[in-house]
């Protein structure tokens, strides 16, 4: 019964973790977004050839962008606007 006990808890500890990266990697890869979509609006004054017209604020993830370069953890890592 205790081994129950501790196996249960186990499973609960485990399915916990995972339920806090997954929403930890949401956020992270949400802030990315805020952050580019911001510099799109503060920073870029002129689009002329319509680069950055794939980055909208709807995207769960700026890792498909044209000019964005992600790292394996999903997070931004470079940006090519040339």
């Known amino acids: 019964m205790k081994r129950l006990w ?3 808890v186990l499973q609960h500890g485990i399915f916990t973790l995972f339920l806090l990266l997954l ?6 890869a ?3 977004v805020l952050m580019l ?5 503060f920073s870029v004054t002129s ?4 680069v950055l017209v794939n980055w909208t ?5 700026p890792c498909s962008w044209h000019g964005v370069t992600c790292s394996l953890d999903g ?3 470079t940006l090519d606007l040339s």
């Open 6 to 8: 501790r196996l249960q």
């Open 30 to 32: 949400n802030d990315d």
């Open 57 to 61: 604020d709807t995207s769960s993830s």
């Open 47 to 50: 689009d002329p050839h319509a």
């Open 75 to 77: 997070r931004v890592s």
């Open 37 to 41: 979509m911001a510099f799109k609006k």
């Open 23 to 28: 929403v930890l990697t949401w956020t992270q």
